[in-house]
């Protein structure tokens, strides 16, 4: 039918098509940012409606199976009473949260100025809590009533009726405060999937098994650390995602900049990365491509893992999970203290070109030329 549907619009889609060559190659240029910001959705929308212009020609001429396309609550609102039969059970939720809604200040003093601005819960907070699961009833509350009144796709109304389930706003909403404990967990987990992550690549580049990073243990403090900065120092921006990409980008790149410059200027000019030939680095220690998977990478943990994280993690009994937090703590402080004399060197970790020749290892290649000989 898609064939049929095509016919005598294929040289007019693919005028339609070159049109964008000049956005599709900006975006190449700009590593994907142009169409973030701006083509992407112009594209989608464009071809949007031209389906829609060839969906309505195939209706008119009757064309063979055009009987099908008989999804018309994507072109038009269903009545409110439609809706509020189909959705009974969000009619009912919505006029529950509305009848037990009670508004609660917003908090003030160090906890409100904590909790606003850089999404820190300290212990139980009760006022924190409070407006908090106040602006969740409310943001509940909207989406059920984009719903009701056909703002958002009724999905239960398509052909094929789509599965639906009134979720939780606490399940999906990023706008909260995370307590300290459940910071120093994701410091943790962000620092363990960062190292897995790596050793990962190389273990693919290399065909071995290496350590990154300066410390021992399985961890890489950058990644944690940049996941953490991320939700408390852009607090204020997690209504505006394109402000938070960008601020991210920023934040995170400073973030390796510096970590670069201190880890050389600290072992005698000795590099951990160098992204020297990269497209648009900086003095080997950030690049263009880099600082983009930084700004994917914390719209990624802001409005989803961190989240989600910090869901499972309040399911655990606190005392448990402090006395995990104490103990990876004291590991992690101990590996540092260890590291700063004893830092972790070898191939693949800092065999870069320039290093200090003293604390240069020998490449895999190498090592391979030497087990060669031996055997």
């Not at 850089?118 to 989406?143: C, F, P, T, W």
């Not at 999906?172 to 410091?187: E, G, K, P, Q, T």
């Not at 999937?193 to 065909?207: K, T």
């Not at 961890?219 to 991320?230: A, E, F, H, K, R």
Request: net charge neutral; charged share 15%.
């Amino acid at each position: 039918m898609s064939r049929r549907m095509m016919k005598g619009h294929k040289w007019e889609c693919f005028v339609a098509d070159c049109s964008f060559l000049g956005w599709y190659l900006l975006n190449l240029i700009t590593f994907g940012l142009s169409g973030i910001f701006y083509s992407n959705g112009y594209n989608a929308a464009f071809f949007a409606e031209y389906y829609v212009y060839v969906r309505s020609m195939a209706k008119t001429t009757g064309i063979a199976g055009s009987e099908m396309l008989n999804d018309e609550y994507l072109y038009f609102k269903a009545d409110p009473q439609t809706l509020h039969t189909t959705y009974a059970d969000v009619a009912q939720s919505v006029a529950q949260l509305e009848q037990n809604l009670v508004p609660a200040p917003k908090p003030h003093g160090f906890t409100g100025f904590l909790s606003e601005w850089l999404g820190i819960r300290i212990l139980h907070a009760s006022a924190v809590n409070r407006y908090e699961e106040y602006r969740k009833d409310l943001h509940q509350m909207q989406i059920g009533e984009n719903i009701l009144n056909g703002s958002i796709y009724p999905g239960r109304l398509a052909p094929a009726p789509m599965p639906f389930k009134f979720r939780e706003s606490r399940t999906i909403s990023a706008d909260r405060s995370y307590s300290l404990v459940n910071l120093i967990m994701m410091f943790f987990i962000f620092c363990f999937v960062g190292w897995v992550w790596e050793v990962s690549l190389a273990f693919i580049s290399e065909d071995m098994f290496v350590n990154r990073g300066t410390l021992h243990g399985p961890w890489l403090p950058i990644y944690g650390t940049g996941g953490v900065i991320i939700l408390v120092l852009l607090k204020k921006l997690r209504e505006k995602p394109a402000l938070e990409f960008v601020a991210a980008m920023v934040l995170c790149g400073c973030l390796e900049y510096f970590s670069s410059w201190y880890l050389e200027m600290t072992h005698d000019g000795q590099r951990w990365w160098d992204y020297t030939g990269y497209f648009l680095n900086i003095n080997g220690r950030i690049c263009a491509e880099g600082l983009l998977t930084f700004g994917l990478g914390g719209l990624a943990i802001v409005y989803l893992l961190a989240p989600a994280l910090d869901n499972l993690l309040s399911r655990i009994d606190a005392r448990k999970l402090g006395i995990v937090a104490a103990v990876l703590l004291v590991l992690y402080c101990a590996d540092q203290v260890y590291s700063a004399q004893h830092p972790n060197v070898g191939a693949g970790i800092t065999d870069y070109k320039g290093s200090d020749t003293s604390l240069e290892a020998p490449t895999p290649y190498e090592i391979r030329k030497r087990s060669d000989g031996l055997s």
